[in-house]
Protein backbone atom coordinates (compact mmCIF):
# COMPACT_ATOMS: atom_id res chain seq x y z
CA UNK A 1 0.00 0.00 0.00
CA UNK A 2 1.33 3.22 -0.61
CA UNK A 3 2.45 5.32 2.24
CA UNK A 4 0.18 8.13 2.44
CA UNK A 5 -3.23 5.40 2.64
CA UNK A 6 -1.40 3.77 5.61
CA UNK A 7 -1.65 4.39 9.59
CA UNK A 8 1.11 4.10 10.75
CA UNK A 9 1.66 5.65 14.07
CA UNK A 10 0.18 3.41 17.23
CA UNK A 11 -2.21 6.59 18.25
CA UNK A 12 -3.91 6.62 14.63
CA UNK A 13 -4.26 3.09 15.46
CA UNK A 14 -5.61 3.80 19.29
CA UNK A 15 -8.15 6.37 17.79
CA UNK A 16 -9.71 4.63 14.76
CA UNK A 17 -9.95 0.95 17.35
CA UNK A 18 -12.07 3.41 20.10
CA UNK A 19 -14.48 3.89 17.02
CA UNK A 20 -17.52 2.13 16.92
CA UNK A 21 -16.58 -1.29 15.65
CA UNK A 22 -18.54 -1.70 12.00
CA UNK A 23 -17.64 -5.55 11.33
CA UNK A 24 -16.71 -8.62 13.05
CA UNK A 25 -16.59 -11.96 11.29
CA UNK A 26 -14.68 -15.35 10.42
CA UNK A 27 -11.31 -13.40 9.31
CA UNK A 28 -11.26 -10.25 10.33
CA UNK A 29 -13.07 -7.27 12.75
CA UNK A 30 -12.84 -4.25 11.34
CA UNK A 31 -12.99 -0.80 13.29
CA UNK A 32 -13.32 2.82 11.76
CA UNK A 33 -13.42 6.64 12.55
CA UNK A 34 -14.07 9.56 10.34
CA UNK A 35 -10.42 10.68 9.40
CA UNK A 36 -8.98 14.07 8.72
CA UNK A 37 -6.90 13.71 6.05
CA UNK A 38 -7.50 14.18 1.94
CA UNK A 39 -8.44 10.17 1.94
CA UNK A 40 -9.30 7.18 3.39
CA UNK A 41 -6.40 5.62 5.57
CA UNK A 42 -6.18 1.92 6.38
CA UNK A 43 -4.15 0.06 9.04
CA UNK A 44 -3.78 -3.97 9.37
CA UNK A 45 -2.15 -5.45 12.30
CA UNK A 46 -3.13 -9.31 13.32
CA UNK A 47 -4.66 -10.26 16.68
CA UNK A 48 -2.12 -12.37 19.20
CA UNK A 49 -4.30 -15.76 18.57
CA UNK A 50 -2.14 -16.35 15.37
CA UNK A 51 0.89 -17.95 17.32
CA UNK A 52 3.93 -17.89 15.18
CA UNK A 53 5.32 -15.38 13.04
CA UNK A 54 5.02 -16.75 10.15
CA UNK A 55 1.58 -17.32 10.41
CA UNK A 56 1.11 -13.52 11.48
CA UNK A 57 3.09 -12.00 8.37
CA UNK A 58 1.25 -14.57 6.13
CA UNK A 59 -1.93 -13.14 7.10
CA UNK A 60 -0.30 -9.64 7.11
CA UNK A 61 -0.04 -9.82 3.49
CA UNK A 62 -3.01 -11.46 2.68
CA UNK A 63 -5.33 -8.95 4.06
CA UNK A 64 -3.00 -6.24 2.74
CA UNK A 65 -3.63 -7.37 -0.23
CA UNK A 66 -7.36 -7.71 0.06
CA UNK A 67 -7.27 -4.20 1.85
CA UNK A 68 -5.77 -2.88 -1.87
CA UNK A 69 -8.27 -4.31 -3.90
CA UNK A 70 -11.23 -3.80 -2.13
CA UNK A 71 -11.15 -0.85 0.30
CA UNK A 72 -8.42 1.66 -1.91
CA UNK A 73 -8.99 0.40 -5.37
CA UNK A 74 -10.60 3.61 -7.38
CA UNK A 75 -14.13 1.57 -8.06
CA UNK A 76 -14.27 0.23 -3.74
CA UNK A 77 -17.59 1.62 -1.79
CA UNK A 78 -15.01 4.15 0.36
CA UNK A 79 -13.50 5.89 -2.43
CA UNK A 80 -17.40 6.44 -3.72
CA UNK A 81 -18.76 7.42 -0.66
CA UNK A 82 -17.02 10.71 -0.43
CA UNK A 83 -16.32 10.84 3.56
CA UNK A 84 -12.76 9.63 4.42
CA UNK A 85 -12.15 7.03 7.28
CA UNK A 86 -9.64 5.69 9.50
CA UNK A 87 -10.00 2.31 9.18
CA UNK A 88 -8.10 -0.64 11.55
CA UNK A 89 -8.74 -4.38 9.97
CA UNK A 90 -7.56 -7.12 12.29
CA UNK A 91 -6.84 -10.39 11.32
CA UNK A 92 -8.31 -13.27 13.33
CA UNK A 93 -6.67 -17.06 13.16
CA UNK A 94 -9.83 -17.65 10.49
CA UNK A 95 -7.58 -15.12 8.09
CA UNK A 96 -5.32 -17.94 7.20
CA UNK A 97 -8.27 -21.16 6.96
CA UNK A 98 -10.68 -18.89 4.71
CA UNK A 99 -10.03 -18.87 0.91
CA UNK A 100 -8.55 -15.67 -1.04
CA UNK A 101 -11.92 -15.12 -2.38
CA UNK A 102 -14.16 -15.94 1.02
CA UNK A 103 -11.51 -13.17 2.62
CA UNK A 104 -12.05 -10.64 -0.52
CA UNK A 105 -15.51 -11.00 -0.06
CA UNK A 106 -15.69 -10.48 3.80
CA UNK A 107 -13.32 -7.16 3.13
CA UNK A 108 -16.15 -6.17 0.94
CA UNK A 109 -19.05 -6.82 3.38
CA UNK A 110 -16.85 -4.42 5.46
CA UNK A 111 -16.35 -1.74 3.48
CA UNK A 112 -20.16 -2.21 2.95
CA UNK A 113 -20.98 -1.37 6.11
CA UNK A 114 -18.63 1.44 6.78
CA UNK A 115 -20.09 2.95 3.68
CA UNK A 116 -23.92 2.70 4.94
CA UNK A 117 -22.27 4.30 8.48
CA UNK A 118 -22.69 8.04 8.89
CA UNK A 119 -19.90 10.37 10.67
CA UNK A 120 -23.09 10.49 13.50
CA UNK A 121 -22.93 7.29 14.24
CA UNK A 122 -19.35 6.78 14.18
CA UNK A 123 -19.02 8.64 17.80
Known amino acids: MKRRLRLRR ?10 KRFHSGRALVGFAVPGAGPESRVGVTVSRGIKTSIERNRARRRLREVTRAEMLAPDSTL ?21 FAELRAEASLAATR ?10
Open 114 to 123: LASLTPSNLT
Open 10 to 19: RSEFQSAISG
Open 79 to 99: RRLGIRYDVVLIARPGALEVS
